[in-house]
């Protein structure tokens, strides 16, 4: 008897059969349950969306057991492994699972938030691969002293067994080095995404549709919602040495009627008194985003990187903060983030289910849901888009107003009766 995921990629199946299917509620195992699922979460037009929401919701123990098994059907690691659906009980059995392609992990790496970060940091088959530990380096969200781990563990995975040579190692213990190098997360905007055409017309457009509101706000310095460093973590932002701080130069000797020192060779008429010019510092991103004015912020909000935009979606000038929602390069993953945070602007949360693309994903709608800082009126509209056990969760949640936990409540016990009813 042929499966009845068999039949469903033939398309033998009538319609009402495959709203059921991408809904999860075909009488068949669960293993093939979730390979169903996710075929039409891939390729079916009409239903692929109801079954993404179906899948995000879907049993936790049956999710880690397809995740962890070698047998699992490759489409189906593939889809839980990417950066856009992976979910964070399922991580560690898909970066321990060896079915699982090298390069899903080097790009799941390359674009993982915090979270995602700490798993990848403890696992062991991740951690095995050099191509690995080379992706966590560039992305921004890894700390300075993770960065150094990283950096410390690649170099005794190339180390050879007869000693190097002094000029193989110069890179780690040149004790006379004078530029320590600074971890890719804290190189420019510039350095790691390249300005695009697209930015440039998102950029013009965005100016010019806020132009008003652009001069209203004027010279308004950046300031975040909620605090930048409670919200970040002392430790995210590096902080320069106090030895590589360069002291403005008070005047100089026979400026202050002291004569030049006995004995001392005289002083060109160069700036600098003679003195070669110290070498440029690099910024972190926030300093960078802190000397900016609004227009310049809104421009790096549109044109910059990930962790630029993770701080730019904070800040207090409602112009600025919105321009992130409409960078080019904007993930889903990231809205999904933004979608949760108690530290942005209310505007900012009802702006998202405005883009038709971030509604449609499903984790934005329940973590916009569960946000307490979420507008009621907008929370309740959404509620309707839940899945049973998400609304069961919510019912308890002790954060959301009365008001939420109540639907939420009503909610789950209609659906639950409905599908009783079946």
């Known amino acids: 008897m042929a499966r009845m995921i068999d039949q469903i990629r033939a398309s033998k199946l009538p319609s009402n059969m495959m709203q059921f299917a991408a809904r999860g509620a075909l009488q068949v195992p669960p293993a093939e ?62 970066l321990e699972n060896p079915s699982v392609p ?54 005794a995975d190339q180390s050879p067994s007869v000693p190097a040579p002094p000029a193989a190692s110069a890179e780690i213990a040149a004790p006379n080095a004078v530029p320590q190098p600074v971890p890719e997360s804290l190189a420019p905007a510039e350095e790691s995404e390249g300005s695009s055409p697209a930015d440039d017309e998102a950029v013009a457009v ?22 930048i460093v409670e919200t970040l973590g002392e430790d995210h932002f590096p902080v320069v040495d106090k030895a590589d701080i360069t002291e403005t130069p008070g005047p100089a000797p026979h400026a202050a009627g002291l004569g030049p020192r006995a004995g001392a060779k005289p002083v060109s008429g160069k700036p600098g008194h003679g003195k070669p010019p110290a070498p440029a510092k690099r910024e972190n991103t926030l300093q960078k985003i802190n000397a900016l004015d609004v227009k310049g912020r809104i421009q790096l909000a549109l044109k910059g990187n990930k962790e630029e935009r993770s701080i730019l979606i904070r800040d207090g000038t409602k112009v600025v903060a919105l321009a992130v929602l409409e960078a080019p390069k904007l993930s889903d993953g990231e809205v999904e983030k933004f979608a949760s945070q108690k530290n942005v602007l209310e505007a900012v949360l009802r702006q998202i289910p405005l883009k038709r693309r971030f509604v449609k994903n499903y984790i934005v709608v329940r973590n916009l ?7 009621l009126d907008l929370a309740l509209g959404l509620m309707k888009n839940l899945l049973t056990g998400d609304l069961k969760n919510l019912a308890s949640n002790k954060e959301v107003s009365e008001t939420v936990r109540s639907l939420a409540s009503k909610m789950f016990k209609q659906k639950v009766d409905e599908a009783n009813k079946r």
């Open 102 to 155: 090298e390069k899903h992990l080097v790009k799941l790496s390359t674009s993982a938030m915090r979270d995602t970060i700490d798993v990848i940091l403890k696992s062991p088959r991740a951690l095995s691969y050099s191509s690995v530990k080379n992706a966590l380096k560039t992305n921004p969200y890894l700390k300075k002293e993770e960065v150094e781990l990283l950096q410390k563990s690649t170099a």
């Open 369 to 375: 849901v569960g946000n307490p800082r979420t507008p």
């Open 206 to 227: 965005y100016m010019k549709e806020h132009e008003k509101d652009i001069a209203t706000e004027g010279e308004k310095r950046f300031q975040a919602i909620g605090g």
């Open 33 to 94: 349950n979730i390979e169903i699922l996710v075929h039409l979460a891939v390729h079916n037009k009409v239903f692929g969306e109801l079954a993404k929401m179906t899948l995000a919701g879907w049993d936790e123990k049956a999710s880690v057991a397809a995740a962890s098994d070698p047998q699992t059907p490759l489409e189906v690691l593939d889809y839980f492994i990417s950066p856009d659906n992976v979910r964070p009980k399922l991580l560690r059995a898909l």
